[in-house]
């Protein structure tokens, strides 16, 4: 079965303090491997699609990179504002987006 | 603002009623997703739109709920007959392809059901 883990389920930083986030899938052959963020209320915001092996992408504090098992949400001196729910997601095998349950990041100012 | 647009942003409704929930992609896209969220859980895939055709509905209960997306005008979604079990959060998303396309989502429907 097509799945998506994402580890923590929750973390804690002090601001400035640089982490990573952890999203790992079974999907065989992936297709693309896309990030959200989501704040409390609101829909997923896109941030990402990474599409093979090796790549990397970056936003401001954010970069994220992907193997073949996994990919890396890596925030750098993050600040309050970065808290939300980070989200993973990868198409299945029969083309439907599956969707992790997400890091809840919190950072202390 | 060109997002994806969807109303109303909070509903209430009693046991029983209908609830209708509607969604207006980005512009340009022609592909719709409906999701339902629930606390603590991740995003829940319900159904896949085009315009005048439901693609795939196998994540959408097969009672009380149904789909639409028309030729002229929003996505619906619609729920008879509410349960206090249908309290969500309800996503709609939209891509310009199917498949591993990028899905950009709107503010979400907040339903609650007394």
């Known amino acids: 079965e097509d799945q998506v883990t994402q580890s923590p389920e929750a973390l804690r930083l002090q601001e400035g303090e640089s982490s990573s986030l952890n999203c790992s899938y079974t999907v065989s052959g992936l297709r693309g491997l896309f990030w959200y963020r989501q704040d409390p209320g609101k829909g997923p915001e896109f941030l990402f699609t990474l599409y093979s092996a090796g790549e990397e992408k970056e936003k401001e504090r954010l970069k994220a990179t992907l193997t073949k098992k996994e990919s890396f949400l890596h925030i750098t001196a993050p600040k309050p504002e970065d808290s939300a729910t980070y989200l993973c997601a990868v198409p299945s095998r029969d083309d439907k987006i599956i969707f992790g349950k997400g890091t809840r990041l919190h950072i202390l100012p | 603002n060109a997002g994806v647009m969807q109303n109303p942003r909070h509903l209430v409704r009693r046991r029983g009623q209908e609830a209708r929930l509607r969604c207006s992609p980005m512009?340009?896209?022609?592909?719709v997703y409906w999701y339902r969220q629930l606390p603590e859980e991740g995003l829940k895939f319900m159904v896949y739109?085009?315009?005048?055709?439901?693609?795939?509905e196998s994540g959408m209960p097969k009672e009380r709920f149904s789909a639409e997306f028309p030729k002229e005008g929003p996505s619906i979604l619609r729920i008879q007959q509410v349960v206090r079990g249908d309290s969500a959060a309800y996503f709609c998303?939209?891509?310009?392809?199917?498949?591993?396309?990028?899905?950009?989502f709107g503010p979400g429907t907040r339903l609650t059901v007394l």
């Open positions: 512009k340009g896209h022609s592909h």
């Open positions: 998303a939209s891509s310009a392809r199917w498949g591993a396309d990028t899905q950009y």
């Open positions: 739109l085009q315009k005048e055709n439901i693609i795939d």
